[in-house]
T-cell receptor, first 115, second 115 residues
Framework: AQSVTQLGSHVSVSEGALVLLRCNYS??????LFWYVQYPNQGLQLLLK??????LVKGINGFEAEFKKSETSFHLTKPSAHMSDAAEYFC?????????????FGRGTSLIVHP | DTGVSQNPRHKITKRGQNVTFRCDPI?????LYWYRQTLGQGPEFLTY????????KSRLLSDRFSAERPKGSFSTLEIQRTEQGDSAMYLC?????????????FGPGTRLTVT
């Protein structure tokens, strides 16, 4: 079984401030972890992913995330928020003993950026 | 590369009517997935295909739902006797069969409103 918990349904930051979106996961097998972004009335776009290897992964638009196995976490950060970062962010875990690797998504965190 | 496309983008229907959605995956992507996303939630898995074979169905996929991928290319999702609870965004995603990261590519979604 696998699950994702995203702490905070809404995160509000000022433009230029640090962005931190939290994600904790549960998986019975070594997980693949993803962060997706969704703009209104659009599909999901991949920001970054962790599969194996380096635990700090860099993605698009200046985002990065660190896989911490001991904490079962995969938090998303960005040093300086832009107005264009305002969107819904989803963390997902994918890992299946049966090999289907169907992802389970968190409930999402809405990022609000104030001028 | 035209990406994953979905049609229609929006559908308004009356309760009790049947609706059908279409998804065209990225060419050469063997695997195709359907998700449902309700307001304030992450995508929830419905079903997936490997080529024309439907390999897994979620318990969310009631008897009123049916999905097909007859030639292993585009897929359709039909909902019979729609209910107000079916109102949601229906997302389609695809990925290559041989993918080391299991990353999925999402379409823009079809928003269904049942009145």
């Amino acid at each position: 079984a696998q699950s994702v918990t995203q702490l905070g349904s809404h995160v509000s930051v000022s433009e230029g401030a640090l962005v931190l979106l939290r994600c904790n996961y549960s998986s019975s097998v070594p997980p693949y972890l993803f962060w997706y972004v969704q703009y209104p009335n659009q599909g999901l776009q991949l920001l970054l992913k962790y599969t194996t290897g380096a635990t700090l992964v860099k993605g698009i638009n200046g985002f990065e995330a660190e896989f911490k196995k001991s904490e079962t976490s995969f938090h998303l950060t960005k040093p300086s928020a832009h107005m264009s970062d305002a969107a819904e962010y989803f963390c997902a875990v994918s890992g299946s003993p049966r090999g289907s690797y169907i992802p389970t998504f968190g409930r999402g965190t809405s990022l609000i950026v104030h001028p | 590369d035209t990406g994953v496309s979905q049609n229609p983008r929006h559908k308004i229907t009356k309760r009790g009517q049947n609706v059908t959605f279409r998804c065209d995956p990225i060419s050469e992507h063997n695997r195709l997935y359907w998700y449902r996303q309700t307001l304030g939630q992450g995508p929830e898995f419905l079903t997936y295909f490997q080529n024309e074979a439907q390999l897994e169905k979620s318990r969310l996929l009631s008897d009123r739902f049916s999905a097909e991928r007859p030639k292993g290319s585009f897929s359709t999702l039909e909902i019979q006797r729609t209910e107000q609870g079916d109102s949601a965004m229906y997302l389609c995603a695809s990925r290559p069969d041989r993918s080391s990261s299991y990353e999925q590519y999402f379409g823009p979604g079809t928003r269904l409103t049942v009145t």
